[in-house]
Structures are given as structure tokens and as C-alpha cells.
């Protein structure tokens, strides 16, 4: 896999009217995707006819996870979950977790059901909320044919990002955290 300088991950506020991030968290999400050996899914938006979402946890203290759905055309999709051995507001380590496993239909419409009824689309990209000392990024990206859209939120307590993001890690990863490690 490529460095993370070699890769963009995402687009950078003032060089896209849609979607871009602040370049310093670009730079520290790209080091975390790059050491979860994942994908840029702008840079698939931009030549594949696909339809994916990721989801990347960085919470301070615990390791750094990212689950991916990408959608088959027979209604089905492939979830890939990862996890490295570094922590979200530090250094990312090294992967130690790395799974997929396919979604049937039933559980594919489930989870675009979310997307739909959180109105993942239409969701400001950025709540502009710097953080704090400790917490967690909740960072969902997703990608339709010639579409990419990423939210990005610090320690969301309720709503739309929680909702999806708590979804994929317990509905579809099936990944099972105390309630403290939930930030």
C-alpha cells in the first residue's frame, strides 16, 4: 500500500465547493486510513460506479477502527471491519484486526435504511467543533457513482452520526465495547 502522502484521502476546504475538511485533519485521518490499509474512497468516488460508506472511529485512548460497506449489485454488500494497535488521538499502530464478511440483502436494506432515515446525504459535513482533550472523531464517509460526502464529529452524544456509527459497529460489525469506551 502506498504512503499516506502518496494517497488523498480526502478533499481539502477551499479546493471543492463540496465536502472538503480542514488539512490538518485530513493529514491525521490519512495516517489513520493509511495504517488501517484502507482505501480513499474520494479518490474511488472519482473513477468507479460504486456505492460505499465508511466509518472511522478514532477515540483518544482506544484503538483506531474503520468499518467499510461496499454494496453489491446483487443487493448484498461486503463489510470489511478493522482495527490497528495505536490509539485514535495518538500514533496509529500497526493492524491487528482485519475481517469481511458478506451482508445479506435484509441486512443491506437495514443499513441503507439508516443512511435514509438519518439523512446521512444531507448532513453537514463539519459541526466545526475543534474537539477537546479527550474524545473521539466519529467520521463517516460514503460514495455513489460521481457522489462523495463525508460528515466529521467530535464526540456526538445523540443524533444522526451516533446513530449510524453505533449501527455499523453493532449491527453490522457485531463489536461489543463497554458503555465507557463509547465516546
Do not use: C
Request: aromatic share 10%; no cysteine; proline share 4%.
Amino acid at each position: 500500500m502506498a504512503p499516506a502522502a502518496q494517497i488523498t484521502y480526502f478533499s481539502i476546504s477551499g479546493t471543492s465547493a463540496n465536502d472538503g475538511i480542514e488539512k490538518f485533519r485530513s493529514d491525521r485521518y490519512s495516517d489513520q486510513l493509511a495504517a488501517l490499509q484502507e482505501p480513499s474512497l474520494w479518490e474511488v468516488s472519482k473513477v468507479q460506479k460504486t456505492e460505499s460508506y465508511r466509518f472511522l472511529w478514532l477515540r483518544t485512548f482506544h484503538h483506531p477502527i474503520a468499518i467499510r460497506v461496499d454494496l453489491g449489485a446483487d443487493g448484498t454488500a461486503q463489510m470489511t471491519a478493522k482495527m490497528t494497535s495505536g490509539a485514535g488521538g495518538y500514533d496509529p499502530g500497526k493492524l491487528i484486526e482485519n475481517w469481511t464478511l458478506t451482508i445479506n440483502s435484509g441486512e443491506t436494506k437495514r443499513f441503507l435504511g439508516q443512511i435514509e432515515e438519518h439523512n446521512f446525504w444531507n448532513l453537514s459535513s463539519d459541526d466545526k467543533v475543534l474537539g477537546g482533550p479527550d474524545g473521539a472523531r466519529w467520521i463517516i464517509e460514503g460514495i455513489k457513482p460521481g457522489t462523495y460526502h463525508i460528515v466529521d464529529r467530535w464526540s456526538p452524544q445523540d443524533g444522526d452520526v451516533q446513530a449510524i456509527g453505533l449501527f455499523m459497529v453493532n449491527e453490522l460489525a457485531k463489536l461489543e465495547f463497554p458503555a465507557r469506551e463509547v465516546y
